[in-house]
Structures are given as C-alpha cells and as structure tokens.
C-alpha cells in the first residue's frame, strides 16, 4: 500500500474556516469550547503534576490557554497565523511554526505530558510520530490524543464521502481503534482509557429535524463532557480519544 501524502497547500490562514470548521462554531459555549475544556480537564487529572506539557497542532492555541498556569506548555502547528494566536491569547506557553513529523527540536525525556487533538490523522506516518511522542515522554507520562473513528455504529447511515470524517480530505490516516492501540503498545505505552465522543455528526435519521437528533444522539456526549467522565463506548463517537502512559 503506498504512503499518504500530506496535503500541505490546506494548511494555511484559511484552514479553520473550510470543512468542519465551516459549520461547527469555535466561539464561546460552542462544542469547540466545551471540547477544549474536557480536553484540559482529563489532563490534569491524568497527566503528572509539574511537568512540561506539548501539544501537536495546537490550532488556534485555546487548549494551551487553558493549561498555561498548570503546566510550562509548549505547542507547535504548520500555519502561522495560529501560531501567532497561540502566542497572543496563551502568553505563558511556547509556540513554535513546526510539523509534528520532526520533534528532534525537543529533548528526549523532558515532557510529563503530550497532546495531539485531531492531528494524528492528518500524518503520513503517524506510527513514527507516535515512537516520536514516546521517546519525549517520562516514565509515567502520557499521551492524549483524539481522532476520527472510521467505524462508528451510525456511520452506515452517513455518505461516508461527505460526513465529518470523509469531507475532509486533510484526513489521510484515518484508522481504527485496533490500530492506534497497537501503534501505543510497539512504543511502550500502555492505554488506560481508549472512548468515544459521542454521536454529534447528525443527522443520521430522515424525517426527524437535525435539532431533534442531536438532542438524541448528543445528550450521552455532553453527560460526559459535564462529568469530565470517560465511559462512552467506542463504537458510539465520531471520533475516539486515547489515554496512554509511558511505561517504565
């Protein structure tokens, strides 16, 4: 099978606001903004206190702005006006203008903690970046990641061209849970928890309104962000989230 490549050109000050950054808002009380404050909340309860924290793809830097007074955080993306974001709104963190494919700029050993939220399908060898992640963990420390689930129960109801996952041909590695699992475990990380997010990408029925199915579908997805819970299968989210420790 021959290697994805990564559609560079896509990855410019137009990126957020094409695919499904063109119909989900990123304002506040957004299911952006209440993602990235799930996200931030499982990482201070999983990821070791006083360590250096780094997220792969940082965007438009709102996770670092929430976790800049917990940890020394640093963050890298390819398109520079997110950067420059990340650098406005989270003064307190790092950020760099760099790909995840190459993480030699940072030392081996000097994070308790790394993030890579919607970024690991985007790589054209994520089972490198993934050793990569490993080598700049601790003993102890882990990694957080989330990405698309090719395989979720509704998924059959959806025209898998032009769903959440599909529309956005950015998506080059799109894998399922089996995969990413096994990619952790060759580089001595040990999964503690491996969900769903929930069923948000309606609709998935016709005749009943989209409003309607996304109370449905989406009322489990939003228990467990209020709950900073973990429990949703993974064959019920869009996408699945990861939580791997290294191991001694």
């Given at each position: 099978m021959s290697q994805p490549s990564a559609p560079r050109e896509h990855y410019?000050?137009?990126?957020?606001?094409?695919?499904?950054?063109?119909?989900?808002p990123l304002g506040k009380y957004s299911m952006y903004w209440f993602a990235r404050r799930y996200y931030a909340?499982?990482?201070?309860?999983?990821?070791?206190r006083g360590g250096k924290l780094l997220e792969l793809g940082s965007g438009l830097g709102d996770l670092l702005s929430l976790l800049q007074d917990d940890f020394p955080c640093f963050g890298i993306d390819l398109i520079e006006t997110a950067v420059a974001r990340t650098r406005e709104i989270a003064p307190r963190a790092q950020?760099?203008?760099q790909s995840?494919?190459?993480l030699s700029m940072f030392e081996r050993g000097g994070f308790s903690t790394v993030v890579a939220l919607h970024l690991v399908e985007h790589l054209e060898r994520p089972d490198d970046v993934i050793r990569q992640v490993s080598e700049l963990l601790v003993?102890?420390?882990i990694f957080l990641f989330a990405t698309p689930h090719p395989d979720y129960a509704l998924r059959r109801f959806k025209d898998r061209e032009n769903d959440a996952i599909g529309k956005d041909k950015t998506h080059i590695n799109v894998?399922?849970?089996?995969?990413?699992?096994?990619w952790c475990e060759q580089n001595n990380l040990r999964m503690l928890r491996h969900f769903g997010?929930?069923?948000w990408d309606v609709p998935y029925l016709p005749l009943i309104p989209k409003a309607v199915q996304f109370g449905l579908f989406g009322a489990p997805a939003f228990l467990q962000v209020l709950t900073r819970g973990t429990f949703t299968p993974l064959a019920m989210g869009v996408n699945q989230v990861g939580i791997a420790r290294k191991l001694p």
């Open positions: 410019n000050a137009e990126y957020f606001e094409r695919w499904n950054y063109a119909d989900r909340a499982l990482i201070r309860e999983f990821a070791p950020a760099f203008v995840a494919d190459d003993p102890g420390g894998q399922p849970p089996e995969q990413w699992r096994g997010d929930g069923l």
